[in-house]
Structures are given as structure tokens and as C-alpha cells.
């Protein structure tokens, strides 16, 4: 069997942020709106800072209005909370996010759980979450959303396939299980105490890994033809030099899957992307217009 197709998540995402500022050029056009999003950053962990800036940045190549608040790793839960009812109150705020992960001081579900429901553009909030499980319109969280968009670019009709995700996390396991299930397949969600984890695997047309182990899934998991989409990004440490790796065993798994996101350059772009995406949704609901067309 040749080797798997790969899915190019920096190409495909290129083209949703491409999309997007579209979009919102004839949002401006037509309503005279600008979506606007505000990132709160409590601390100063240095992979939330590049990631924070990225989105930042993505944000205005979009054509959006993008505010940052950094606060000191020492702020208090109260003053976190105070920002956030601050951005619900204004107007010009169309997306909230809170970067994770905060402090311990500061309760990070009750501050997730505070952001106004219609401008959760992470998707987190419990109402955000109820109304995905229950198949009513609602924001869904971004990586998993990009995983969904991929397949669906790359797989097409989704209906009846057998889909596998390895990973219960509330993140991106769970609201991934449920993205498919709304898709109608036939889904499994597994973890660390499900037995039998490579012959579930095999069974499986779909595989979304989730679990943050590095290069767990072999190639003698995969069933010949399926596709794989790895969400895992991990620092490992190989011939002395540090790399970057999935939850996928990479080299393994090309050569029976029949399409597969790589570590890097895969699931991760897709993120922002869908980021800016769930800012327009968000806009576009919050003044009661329709989000204007892709194309």
C-alpha cells in the first residue's frame, strides 16, 4: 500500500483564515460591524505568550479588532473575574477568551463558566457545552472544530463511519465525540482504562488521538485505508535534540493509514483559525445578522 495522503493543516487553515477576512470584510460592507475579540493572559507562561500573540495577530490579518489583557501570575481570582464582567458588559466585545491554564489561585471553571455564553468563542462554557451535546447551535471548541472541518474536507460524507477518540478531555475528547456523533458515525471514545485499545483501534475508520502521550498509536493499530488525525503535541528529546511529536507513531501509522494530519503542521494551525471563525459566528449573533456567505 502507498503511504497516506497527508492532511496539510497550515494550507487548509491559510485557507479558513483567508475565508474569514472575506467575511468580514462584507460584515463591515454591509452592517458597518467590526467582530471584536479580547484575549485575557494571566501570568506570563511563555507558550501561552507566543500563542497569545499569535491569535493576536491573526485576529487584525483578519480584519478584527483585537485587544489583549495581560495580568500578573499573582492576580487574584477577583480580579480576573472583574475582567471578564467588565468585557461581558462591553459592546464592542464580540469573542472572550481566557487563556489557559491560570493560576492556581484563580478557579478556572468558575472564570470560564462567567464569560457571557454568546461571546464564548472557546467554546467551554457549560452552556456552550450543553448545546453541542444536545445538537442546538452553539459555539464548539476550536481544535476539535478544526479536526471536524479536515475530515470532512478530506473524507467527505461522514455518515456511518466508525470513528475512534482516544481521550476524554473536556477540551477536545468530549466535544469531539459529540461533533460526530452529530455527523452520524458511529462513535467510541476511549482512554487510559478501556481494554483492548489496539483492536478498538482497528475497528475504527476514523482515529482522533487525544491523549498527550508521545507516538502511543502504532502502525499495527490502524485499520489499512482509515483516517488518522492527531491531536498530540508533545516535546520529546531524540538523538539529542528536542522534537516536537503527535500522539501518532508518524512513520508507523503512513504507511496503512489512508490519510493523516502530521506533528506539526497538522491540527495545530486549524486552531486559530477556528478561533477567528467562532469570533465572526459570535458577531454575527450577537447583532441578529446572517453570517455572510463563504464565497
Given at each position: 500500500?502507498?503511504?497516506?495522503?497527508?492532511?496539510?493543516?497550515?494550507?487548509?487553515?491559510?485557507?479558513?483564515?483567508?475565508?474569514?477576512?472575506?467575511?468580514?470584510?462584507?460584515?463591515?460592507?454591509?452592517?458597518?460591524?467590526?467582530?471584536?475579540?479580547?484575549?485575557?493572559?494571566?501570568?506570563?507562561?511563555?507558550?501561552?505568550?507566543?500563542?497569545?500573540?499569535?491569535?493576536?495577530?491573526?485576529?487584525?490579518?483578519?480584519?478584527?479588532?483585537?485587544?489583549?489583557?495581560?495580568?500578573?501570575?499573582?492576580?487574584?481570582?477577583?480580579?480576573?473575574?472583574?475582567?471578564?464582567?467588565?468585557?461581558?458588559?462591553?459592546?464592542?466585545?464580540?469573542?472572550?477568551?481566557?487563556?489557559?491554564?491560570?493560576p492556581d489561585q484563580v478557579n478556572e471553571t468558575v472564570i470560564i463558566n462567567a464569560i457571557d455564553p454568546n461571546k464564548d468563542v472557546d467554546g467551554f462554557?457549560?452552556?456552550?457545552?450543553?448545546?453541542?451535546?444536545?445538537?442546538?447551535?452553539?459555539?464548539?471548541?476550536?481544535?476539535?472544530?478544526?479536526?471536524?472541518?479536515?475530515?470532512?474536507?478530506?473524507?467527505?460524507?461522514?455518515?456511518?463511519?466508525?470513528?475512534?477518540?482516544?481521550?476524554?478531555?473536556?477540551?477536545?475528547?468530549?466535544?469531539?465525540?459529540?461533533?460526530?456523533?452529530?455527523?452520524?458515525?458511529?462513535?467510541?471514545?476511549?482512554?487510559?482504562?478501556?481494554?483492548?485499545?489496539?483492536?478498538?483501534?482497528?475497528?475504527?475508520?476514523?482515529?482522533?488521538?487525544?491523549?498527550?502521550?508521545?507516538?502511543?498509536?502504532?502502525?499495527?493499530?490502524?485499520?489499512?485505508?482509515?483516517?488518522?488525525?492527531?491531536?498530540?503535541?508533545?516535546?520529546?528529546?531524540?538523538?539529542?535534540?528536542?522534537?516536537?511529536?503527535?500522539?501518532?507513531?508518524?512513520?508507523?501509522?503512513?504507511?496503512?493509514?489512508?490519510?493523516?494530519?502530521?506533528?506539526?503542521?497538522?491540527?495545530?494551525?486549524?486552531?486559530?483559525?477556528?478561533?477567528?471563525?467562532?469570533?465572526?459566528?459570535?458577531?454575527?449573533?450577537?447583532?441578529?445578522?446572517?453570517?455572510?456567505?463563504?464565497?
Open positions: 500500500m502507498s503511504d497516506a495522503t497527508i492532511i496539510d493543516g497550515k494550507e487548509f487553515a491559510a485557507t479558513l483564515r483567508a475565508t474569514v477576512g472575506r467575511q468580514v470584510t462584507r460584515l463591515k460592507e454591509a452592517h458597518g460591524i467590526t467582530p471584536g475579540l479580547s484575549v485575557v493572559l494571566v501570568g506570563e507562561d511563555p507558550a501561552s505568550q507566543v500563542y497569545v500573540r499569535n491569535k493576536g495577530k491573526s485576529t487584525v490579518e483578519a480584519g478584527m479588532n483585537s485587544r489583549q489583557f495581560d495580568m500578573p501570575a499573582t492576580a487574584s481570582h477577583a480580579e480576573v473575574l472583574a475582567k471578564v464582567e467588565e468585557l461581558n458588559a462591553d459592546p464592542a466585545v464580540h469573542g472572550i477568551l481566557v487563556q489557559l491554564p491560570l462554557h457549560v452552556i456552550s457545552t450543553g448545546r453541542l451535546w444536545t445538537g442546538q447551535d452553539s459555539m464548539v471548541p476550536c481544535t476539535p472544530l478544526g479536526c471536524l472541518l479536515m475530515l470532512r474536507h478530506y473524507v467527505g460524507d461522514l455518515a456511518g463511519k466508525s470513528a475512534i477518540v482516544l481521550g476524554r478531555s473536556n477540551i477536545v475528547g468530549k466535544p469531539m465525540a459529540s461533533l460526530l456523533i452529530k455527523e452520524s458515525c458511529t462513535v467510541t471514545v476511549a482512554h487510559s482504562k478501556t481494554q483492548d485499545l489496539p483492536g478498538e483501534c482497528r475497528r475504527a475508520d476514523i482515529v482522533i488521538a487525544a491523549v498527550g502521550r508521545p507516538e502511543m498509536v502504532r502502525g499495527d493499530w490502524i485499520k489499512p485505508g482509515a483516517t488518522v488525525i492527531d491531536v498530540g503535541i508533545n516535546r520529546i528529546e531524540r538523538d539529542g535534540k528536542n522534537k516536537l511529536v503527535g500522539d501518532v507513531a508518524f512513520d508507523e501509522v503512513k504507511e496503512v493509514a489512508g490519510a493523516i494530519t502530521p506533528v506539526p503542521g497538522g491540527v495545530g494551525p486549524m486552531t486559530i483559525a477556528c478561533l477567528l471563525r467562532n469570533t465572526l459566528h459570535a458577531t454575527c449573533h450577537q447583532h441578529g445578522v446572517e453570517v455572510p456567505a463563504e464565497d
